[in-house]
């Protein structure tokens, strides 16, 4: 049973009234007329109700005591946040002189909602539009700044409480010259290094804000501040144990004391809430006006939260007092992510080694969803351009540095903003005769709109979506079926948009991160962390295309280091390429050049447990290492012919130590193999002179390697399939080439794939191609037209296929082609799509990620 708090005097009006007129029947026998029109009987009601009320007092001690036991463990209340904008100041026309906004600007809308103040937007920073400019930026609070107000002044006792005149203090912002205490200091008692203001013609040090005087052996000129309250309270003292555990006889104070007749002057800002998020082009009034000069806003102000409510810091209280003010819980970091700024909604902690192969140990990342306006008939305006929009730097780096100084020893913490993806229900429906259809759809519409959201909406009793949990047909069906006046869902398919649906030119495995693929579709990179059912876009190059992906491979004894590392080139103009490196799987990207020069082919190698690049191109072999700053550095393949381009590059580590790097050169020249890892002067012909290769790629067969050339085909021609060459330790190869052509009409190779002893083969034109090279006459096996699944571009033909890959350590296949990518779970026997638009069962999304609704659309009959 529940633990209630008991009436410590239950009685009621009505039982004190019939009390006193049980005593009256009793002791006063004369007094016989009780109705209430009584003389008596009314002075009697109105003791019984004054009494009633002092009951009532009497039962509220328990919530007073439980308010009290929460400030005695330093719970308060959290003070209102400041929305922060970014002003846009303009002249109109360029000024010979630079032109000077002076620190603490007011700017202010042109219209307030009737009976309010316009919300007053204060500049943090100087700015100056320089001479021949017309405009420049500044970041501005919701606030107003109060400078060098006098508190009091010292006395030299512990335990001293002052007031600001302007209460509540906003919450600490990015600057952190929100809230600046002074004592005034003499010059024989300041340390020259200290922070201190001057005012007038005196120096007052600047004292340190602290959430308690629990450690001050650091710096001892600290105070508590209750922002909400406006408070400021210097350090107590208390009776200290001496190096025998017995109590000292005098008190001692917990830091330092402002000394007697010492004036307190106080420099903070005050104000914030949620009404200071104003929409973007608001804020266009100066209140201190500069001549010539106008002002915008051309984003949104945000972060703007109004102070919390008692009842919420009550249901707060026991929270904080697990915590203890550190963070050691998923759930520690998510509360203060939350807490210490307003411009946060949501946030999600959670150890990064439980999704990425490539984590170091002990890293948590802390994903952020930002505080975004929109009332309950605006939801449809959230979406990924909005959220991402008040994604603000200051606030992450803010979060950031809170957390640092809360986290465990030997925990590495990362805060970044949150990924969304959008998804879009389309819907048929059948309702009742009697309902109006566009009342049903307004209804169904808002269901849907609250309930695929990623913001925690203030005034809706809906949970917001939560974080990486897939959409399921269920879900929808549960959204729309909870509008009475729906009889039933007659169709429904769920709508993406990002997807890799149009010519995907290459794809690629993650050799270390289980289940994930890279593909590449014109200026866009998508990644899936299942196997395809779910695609995400991690990077888009405006005006790029892109060309390869490669991720580093598995079999070098130090590829476990380079896990999450990614290369990526495109092709930015005619013979103008350009390479992208990242090294977590594609959630950011380090390292972006040009190179004046067509990129045909990259392969990664380990030289000494350090990654380089390899890039087959158009003027020569080179190699690229992950320094910051690092140039190409050419590979000399063959010495009589020093600037000759190569189509193809492909590397094999982890046999007898050796590193073999091969390349097939232009004019068809044939294949270069060097078993030095790929260093100038190493490489030496070893055939297929004449032929025109297309693609080379390394096959793993037990402890045995094996590299494939496939060979491209012109015009009609049936082509020849594909060679292959045993290495060996020697890096001779007896038997040399050996063809692989049986029952190869397909035309030229695109690219090849590999699944223990089964080759597979992208051609131009029967799909994928199936081999297995265990056999002693093998050849390939053309799969079925109208049943294997991929896609045709006629009748009986199936479209050219112009990339294959093979997951490590599963047998999925992915092919990629001009309508997107299919996937294959039987080792390339039958395929199906996987990047298509619409969905009737499921939308997965990474765990790192949220949901938000695209348009709904709605059909109704009745």
Same mark, same amino acid.
């Given at each position: ?9 239950? %009685? ?51 919530? &007073? ?48 909602? =009737? ?19 017309? #405009? ?12 060098? +107000? ?22 600490? #912002? ?65 009776? *200290? ?6 109590? &000292? ?19 903070? *800002? ?54 203890? =003010? ?14 210490? =700024? ?20 002990? #890293? ?76 049903? *759809? ?19 009793? &809906? ?6 949990? =897939? ?55 998508? %990644?899936?962390?299942?196997? !395809? ?54 959630? #950011? ?28 191109? +158009? ?25 000759? $381009? ?18 097939? $050169?232009?004019?068809? &020249? ?5 078993? +030095? ?9 070893? !055939?297929?002179? !004449? ?32 060679? *292959? ?138």
């Amino acid at each position: 049973m529940p633990m209630q708090s008991p009436n410590l005097d239950d %009685r009621t009006f009505k039982d004190l009234v019939e009390a006193a007129k049980l005593r009256i029947r009793q002791h006063c026998p004369e007094w016989n007329d009780l109705s209430p029109g009584d003389p008596g009987i009314v002075l009697l009601e109105a003791f019984a109700f004054l009494t009633e009320t002092m009951l009532f007092r009497l039962n509220r001690i328990p919530e &007073k005591a439980y308010i009290e036991f929460l400030k005695l463990i330093g719970v308060r209340l959290t003070p209102p946040s400041a929305a922060q904008v970014t002003l846009i100041f303009s002249l109109g026309k360029p000024q010979p002189q630079a032109v000077e906004i002076p620190l603490k600007t007011r700017v202010m809308t042109a219209n307030s909602p =009737s009976g309010t103040d316009a919300p007053v937007f204060t500049l943090t920073e100087a700015v100056t539009i320089p001479a021949g400019e017309t #405009t420049a930026q500044a970041r501005a609070y919701h606030c107003n700044q109060v400078d060098a +107000e006098l508190l009091g002044a010292g006395t030299g006792l512990p335990g001293l409480t002052l007031a600001v005149k302007h209460a509540p203090i906003i919450s600490p #912002t990015s600057d952190k010259l929100d809230l600046i205490v002074g004592v005034e200091t003499t010059p024989d008692t300041f340390e020259g290094h200290a922070a201190a203001v001057r005012h007038l013609d005196k120096t007052y040090r600047v004292w340190a804000e602290v959430e308690n005087f629990s450690d001050c052996s650091n710096n001892p000129f600290v105070y508590i501040a209750d922002r909400q309250a406006g408070t400021i309270t210097f350090a107590p003292a208390v009776h *200290r144990k001496d190096g025998s555990g017995l109590m &000292k006889p005098a008190p001692e104070a917990l830091a330092a004391i402002p000394p007697a007749g010492q004036e307190i002057r106080v420099w903070y *800002r005050y104000g914030g809430g949620s009404k200071g998020n104003v929409s973007e082009n608001l804020l266009t009034v100066l209140k201190d006006p500069i001549t010539g000069v106008s002002v915008t806003n051309p984003e949104p102000a945000t972060g703007g939260r109004d102070q919390e409510s008692l009842q919420n810091a009550l249901t707060r209280g026991p929270q904080e007092l697990h915590s203890l =003010s550190r963070a050691v819980t998923a759930r520690d970091f998510e509360l203060i992510a939350t807490q210490c =700024s307003g411009a946060v909604n949501r946030a999600r902690a959670f150890t990064q080694a439980q999704l990425w192969a490539h984590a170091t140990p002990g #890293t948590v990342e802390i994903t952020l969803v930002p505080e975004i306006n929109a009332g309950a008939g605006q939801l449809h305006s959230i979406t990924a351009d909005s959220l991402q929009s008040h994604h603000i730097e200051a606030v992450r780096k803010q979060i950031q540095a809170v957390l640092d100084s809360r986290k465990p020893l030997g925990t590495h913490c990362i805060v970044n903003w949150m990924n969304y993806k959008k998804v879009s229900i389309k819907a048929k429906i059948t309702i009742h005769r009697e309902e109006q259809a566009a009342q049903v *759809r307004q209804r169904v519409l808002h269901e849907l709109y609250s309930s695929i959201c990623p913001v925690k909406l203030p005034t809706g009793t &809906k949970a917001p979506w939560p974080f990486g949990q =897939s959409l399921k047909a269920w879900d929808v069906y549960k959204i729309i079926g909870s509008e009475p006046a729906v009889l039933s869902v007659d169709t429904m398919q769920m709508i993406i948009d990002d997807v890799p649906d149009t010519r995907i030119v290459d794809i690629c495995a993650d050799a270390f991160q289980p289940h994930a693929w890279y593909s590449g579709c014109d200026e866009r990179v998508f %990644r899936s962390i299942n196997d !395809g059912y779910g695609w995400e876009l991690i990077a888009r190059f405006e005006g790029e295309t892109v060309e390869r992906i490669q991720s580093f491979p598995i079999e070098s004894c130090h590829s476990i280091r380079h896990a999450g590392l990614l290369a990526v080139t495109t092709r930015v103009s005619s013979h103008i390429s350009s390479v992208k490196i990242s090294r977590d799987c594609g959630q #950011t990207w380090i390292a972006a050049q040009q190179f004046q020069f067509n990129i045909d082919d990259i392969a990664w190698v380990d030289r000494d447990g350090f990654p380089y690049l390899i890039l087959a191109s +158009e003027k020569g072999l080179y190699e690229l290492s992950l320094q910051q700053k690092a140039v190409p550095v050419q590979i000399l393949v063959d010495a009589k012919l020093p600037e000759h $381009g190569f189509r193809a590059v492909t590397v094999s580590s982890a046999l007898g130590g050796r590193t073999f790097v091969a390349a097939a $050169g232009y004019e068809n &020249k044939g294949v270069y193999l060097s078993s +030095e890892g790929g260093k100038s002067g190493s490489f030496q012909n070893i !055939g297929l002179a !004449g032929e025109l290769i297309e693609v080379l790629s390394v096959q793993h067969k037990g402890p045995h390697r094996y590299l494939w050339a496939g060979i491209a085909a012109p015009g009609s021609d049936q082509g020849k399939g594909c060679f *292959r060459w045993a290495f060996s330790e020697s890096a001779v190869n007896p038997e040399g080439w050996k063809a692989y052509s049986r029952n190869w009409s397909a035309g030229g190779c695109r690219s090849l794939a590999f699944q223990g002893a089964f080759v597979l083969a992208a051609s131009y034109r029967l799909g994928v191609l199936r081999l297995n090279s265990d056999l002693h006459n093998p050849e390939w096996e053309t799969l079925s037209a109208s049943e294997c699944g991929l896609p045709l571009r006629d009748v009986g033909k199936l479209e050219t296929i112009d990339t294959v890959a093979g997951a490590v350590s599963s047998n999925v296949i992915m092919a990629g082609s001009l309508l997107g990518a299919y996937r294959s779970l039987d080792s390339g026997l039958h395929y199906a799509k996987c990047s298509q638009h619409e969905f009737s069962d499921e939308v997965r999304i990474p765990p790192n990620w949220l949901f938000y609704s695209g348009t709904h659309e709605i059909e109704i009959s009745s």
